[in-house]
């Protein structure tokens, strides 16, 4: 399977400091060596920075010069991708991304579904994964159900309900974000950690590096991580219930849907 | 509009020397800073690597990693953009890429189309631009006419069709590959020079690097450059006539179509 990673934060921030520890996922600390991708926009959310490879992250030296680009972004997905379905090619990397009512679109899955409702097809998958066939499914899905780009609480039903029929299909960890917003669906396994004032000293879990957060920050910065597995040693990572889904913005949970553990 | 680049080779070679010299153009002594990309196959065609970049090639951090990149292949395609159609964004960068026939396809252009002929829905642009939508065209064109993949004089006989069709829509420069051939068609503008034994000292146009193809080079390799302008100093580019049309292997011309200059 994968690995996902998201930020969602209310200043302009950059994954650098995961996206290094994820990366070492990526071959060297786990397996995940069939690809990589990031998805980071502009500070406005309008514009789309998408880096996808299929070589493994940990020794790619296009994902070090991507690493150290200073993309700071309200909303950021990163992956890693150990193939289940599809071959190891540069169409079957995720951050998966389309054009949709005039804004960019990206999602990134982990997990694996057995099975996959038809498509109609107004949004074609480029390559082979269940993953793409899905985000162009639930794009379908949203024209189908008319359902606006700014309506931001028929949009949280909508990818929900996606999201709970998908999982009903097999493993369905899945994030969506268009610049603003960021979704987030634990089918079976997400974990989260919410960075506020008094910022510290963290320490990443898959390598010897530390970043003091309060020399990066100012005092009203909000920044939720989410990850597939804790990405630092000492923080307080929440696993997200199975079912568990959330809509991020600004840094903060905005809508939540209760997962069965609850 | 934007520049192309291309390589034929008869033994797996890098792009680099060549790359480097086309970045250049992309924010520094040219002025097509609105992206870039470089799609490479594998020594055996089969497997695709593309990158590609919303930034101008010149002073991408990115760019410089990929051009680092031990590349080698039979065909390699380059493009860097300066937009006529379509924002400065990742999805309407070249080349553009489809897997069709179980084959990676991937397809640049240089040009400006006025129109174009309508789309039956078989493949779908995802971008915005004329180029891509043309790269759409010309698939539904060959499986609507049922060519082969292996059909090789059917599938330059039909590739210039289409060319000549979109040429007769604006401006088309085009390249298309597959990863074991590469079609490539002149509507206005387009050089090639094709280097073998003896191979001596290549010194690029735009910046102070040579390099000693003798050291570098077995007496039996044959390369083959395509390029909207000479890239290097003192080598003899032709350029190809308008309406030219060549298909290429192992950096050879297997096909040709005269241009109108003769």
Redesign the interface.
């Known amino acids: 399977m994968c690995e996902l990673l998201a930020l969602s934060a209310n200043t302009p921030t950059d994954l650098r400091f995961s996206f290094h520890g994820l990366r070492l996922r990526g071959g060297s600390t786990s397996d995940h060596a069939d690809g990589w991708g990031l998805a980071s926009y502009d500070p406005d959310g309008q514009?789309?920075?998408?880096?996808r490879?299929?070589?493994p992250a940990a020794f790619s030296?296009?994902a070090?010069?991507?690493a150290?680009?200073d993309l700071r972004a309200h909303c950021s997905i990163a992956h890693i991708r150990k193939a289940t379905r599809g071959v190891?090619?540069?169409?079957n990397c995720h951050p998966f991304?389309?054009?949709w009512r005039g804004q960019?679109w990206v999602f990134a899955h982990n997990g694996d579904l057995q099975t996959l409702p038809p498509l109609a097809?107004g949004?074609?998958p480029?390559?082979?994964t269940d993953s793409e066939a899905a985000f162009c499914w639930i794009l379908e899905q949203l024209e189908r159900q008319g359902v606006s780009a700014q309506d931001e609480a028929g949009l949280f039903a909508a990818l929900l309900a996606c999201s709970d029929r998908l999982a009903g299909e097999g493993i369905f960890n899945g994030l969506v974000s268009n610049g603003s917003w960021l979704f987030a669906y634990a089918g079976t396994k997400l974990h989260r950690v919410t960075r506020r004032a008094p910022f510290g000293l963290v320490r990443l879990a898959d390598d010897d590096l530390s970043v003091d957060f309060a020399a990066v920050t100012q005092p009203s910065d909000v920044v939720t991580i989410l990850s597939t597995e804790p990405l630092t040693a000492e923080e307080s990572w929440q696993p997200l219930q199975v079912g568990e889904a959330i809509l991020l913005k600004a840094g903060e949970i905005v809508r939540r849907r209760p997962g069965r553990g609850e």
Chains 1, 2 share one sequence.
């Open positions: 514009r789309l920075h998408l880096y490879e299929d070589a030296p296009v070090a010069a991507v150290a680009l190891v090619a540069l169409e991304h389309r054009r960019e097809g949004h074609r480029i390559g082979q």
